[in-house]
């Protein structure tokens, strides 16, 4: 039986991306990887930021490939934006996914963002997301609080045969550590281990009413 599915309130994709910059910049993750590149917009906003040291994805079209070799550099060069901390390997986020990750040994961003959507976009042979075998992936890396992101995840409460059910996806998420806190907003799934972030952002400053009663005395 299919469950409900959620109303979403849907935000522009600029307030997706500065989202993710705010869950990079709490939990310190200077490693951007995201799989499903399109024509490379979300790398680019990244680079822009100036934070982050590695920006990696992947992309399986080869319209899409073409276009990010050939005119991502020279398009993102005439507005200014410095990409030479991003990265794209060509091909299937299944089978290039390990060797991403085997490159960074910090906490990462993680955009999962690999699926059909129309246009020149594709997907493999044999499944439409390869969400499951990503979560797979990044189980097995030794960092256990990676930030993990999941676009359209409407398609995991519809019970539609391509994807996995939303239960399965919790469940792979709470495997790698049981203390991921999991929030669906925008149609995106946010996994992130709140006691994991580096440091308060209050930095010192009281943090509530009775605190600051307490220093005044
Ligand atoms: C929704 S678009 C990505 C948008 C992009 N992440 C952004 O934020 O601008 C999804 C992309 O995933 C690609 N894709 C689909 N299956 C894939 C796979 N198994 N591995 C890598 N890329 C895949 C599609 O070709 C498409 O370009």
């Keep these: 039986m299919s469950k409900e599915i959620p109303e979403f309130v849907r935000v522009p994709a600029s307030t997706v991306r500065d ?26 906003h990244m680079a822009a930021t100036k934070y982050f040291e590695n920006i990696f994805s992947v992309e399986l079209s080869k319209t899409c490939c073409d276009f990010l070799e050939k005119d991502f550099p020279r398009l993102t060069k005439s507005i200014g934006v410095d990409v030479s901390k991003v990265r794209f390997w060509k091909g299937d986020s299944a089978n290039l996914l390990p060797e991403m990750i085997s490159l960074v040994d910090d906490r990462c961003i993680f ?3 690999a699926h059909i959507s129309g246009g020149v976009t594709v997907c493999a ?24 992101i999941i676009d359209d995840i409407k398609g995991c409460f519809d019970s539609h045969p391509a994807w996995p059910d939303i239960d399965e996806v919790i469940a792979a998420i709470k495997s790698i550590n049981p203390d ?36 005044k005395k």
């Design 111 to 113: 955009w999962l963002d």
């Design 180 to 215: 991921y806190l999991i929030t669906i907003k925008y149609g995106i799934l946010f996994a992130e281990v709140p006691n994991s972030a580096p440091k308060p952002l209050h930095n010192g400053i009281p943090n509530g009413p009775i605190t600051v009663l307490e220093h």
């Design 19 to 44: 989202e993710m910059v705010t869950y990079s910049v709490r939990y310190g993750a200077k490693n951007f990887i995201e799989t499903g590149t399109h024509y490379g917009d979300t790398c680019c």
């Design 125 to 148: 042979e044999d499944y439409e997301t390869p969400i499951m075998t990503e979560l797979n992936i990044i189980s097995s890396h030794s960092i256990k609080d990676h930030v993990i």
